[in-house]
């Protein structure tokens, strides 16, 4: 029997991405001076006006203010009009150092036994939905909204578009768990006051139609820009008027979207946020981890669909606990028998070191590579190399770095190996 499963996402301007994105500006300023920082900051944006608390040990200084009104900027809240921007909005610091009790737990004359920053149970999800190895819904949720940032940007085709958007995918699913059709799409851009409000909803409806869709069609491959065409419902901003919105029209705060980051919602979620923490918080660097695993897994062919849970206890370096579940969609061993959900643990074990300190340096996480994770998801996006000017040892150094070192498919090889496949 068919069923239906839906997704979300937000923009770089939705108010708690505007959150996301200064508490990992901050970061990535403090590692771009000092790579060893310990930051864990998060942000509160709200009518002119974003407040920034947290804790750090770095022997980096960041000018906080500066860093929240250029990303602020960038963003796209330029205008007095919007009632939040980079210029004009106040900004309040509230940053302290860091706990020493946190601090003795994660530091080791060993480095490789550096323990776990928090306890915490973590997730990584693969399934084979779309070539990212993603979840389809929450793929075409972000895609949309990129290619509407992108219009926006430009300026040209859709000038009265301002940077507060939601977009959200329902997708039919066969029995067999396979996309079949896309349902419903919702769309809700913010935007301009412009003539009435009828003709403002029909441009806008109308320009998503002849525009957006196409350039999400352009984006995908054939078999999922097939899924349009067997008809589905849209919904552009269903109020009928979106004019105030970012921090204006409701407040934003650092980790409020998840969900939004990770999964859609179709795999697990410990609850740990990830913006604004550093590396040794395994919230964030053993979700990273476990994302990879599960990418590598599907990819090799050990499962169609795969969950894998790791658990910390703070200050301990391995793991406390694997957990994984195929939903029934596991390979056959050589013996003509599914590979057990037991057993895949336990290779997993085998195969990967999730030492905190081993994951931070197979991914480079050390270096400011967090902006870009901050908007449209942490997950299924492309790995990709870019030259850094870095403060190192005393001096400014160019150094190429990794970005998005989690989606490499640099394991699959080993695995396959491993179970025989």
Not at 116 to 129: H, L, N, W
Not at 185 to 212: C, N, Y
Not at 339 to 361: G, H, M, Q, V, Y
Request: glycine content about 10%; hydrophobic content about 35%; aromatic content about 10%.
């Amino acid at each position: 029997m068919s069923y239906l499963f839906t997704s979300e996402s937000v923009s770089e301007g939705h108010p708690d991405k505007v959150a996301d994105q200064i508490s990992d500006a901050i970061l990535d300023t403090f590692l771009t001076l000092d790579p060893n920082s310990k930051v864990a900051c998060e942000t509160f944006v709200t009518t002119g006006l974003a407040v920034v608390g947290g804790e750090v040990k770095s022997n980096a200084y960041v000018d906080i203010q500066q860093v929240a009104r250029d990303t602020i900027n960038k963003i796209g809240y330029t205008k007095a009009e919007y009632s939040f921007d980079g210029n004009s909005c106040g900004v309040l610091s509230a940053i302290h150092e860091q706990s020493p009790d946190i601090g003795r737990g994660v530091e080791r004359a060993d480095p490789l036994e550096q323990g776990a920053g928090d306890q915490g149970v973590m997730f990584g999800y693969a399934c084979s939905d779309t070539p990212q190895y993603m979840p389809l819904p929450l793929t075409l949720s972000h895609i949309a909204l990129e290619e509407l940032s992108r219009i926006r940007r430009e300026g040209e085709l859709m000038p009265y578009l301002r940077p507060d958007s939601k977009s959200q995918f329902t997708i039919e699913y066969g029995s067999d768990h396979t996309p079949i059709k896309i349902d419903t799409i919702v769309l809700s851009t913010q935007h301009d006051p412009f003539g009435s409000d009828s003709a403002m909803w029909e441009r806008i409806e109308r320009d998503v139609k002849e525009i957006l869709i196409p350039a999400i069609l352009a984006r995908v491959p054939q078999e999922i820009a097939s899924l349009f065409k067997k008809g589905y419902r849209l919904l552009v901003n269903p109020t009928g008027k979106f004019v105030i919105g970012g921090p204006h029209g409701d407040t934003g705060l650092t980790g409020r979207k998840v969900i939004v980051d990770t999964y859609g919602g179709r795999g697990a979620h410990g609850g740990g946020a990830f913006s604004g923490k550093d590396p040794s918080k395994v919230d964030r660097s053993a979700s990273y981890a476990a994302r990879y695993i599960a990418k590598n897994m599907v990819a090799a062919g050990v499962a169609k669909e795969i969950l894998i849970q790791i658990a910390y206890a703070i200050g301990v370096a391995q793991p406390v606990s694997i957990f994984v579940d195929t939903f029934g969609t596991a390979a056959s061993s050589k013996e003509g028998k599914p590979l057990s959900n037991t057993l895949i643990a336990k290779k997993i074990e085998e195969l990967f070191d999730l030492r905190p300190a081993t994951i931070i340096e197979k991914f480079g996480l050390k270096n400011p590579i967090y902006g870009a994770t901050a908007a449209y998801g942490h997950f299924g996006r492309e790995s990709y190399s870019r030259e850094l000017k870095l403060f190192r040892h005393g001096k400014w150094v160019k150094e190429e770095v990794l970005f998005f070192g989690w989606e490499r498919l640099d394991s699959v090889e080993s695995i396959r190996r491993e179970f025989g496949l």
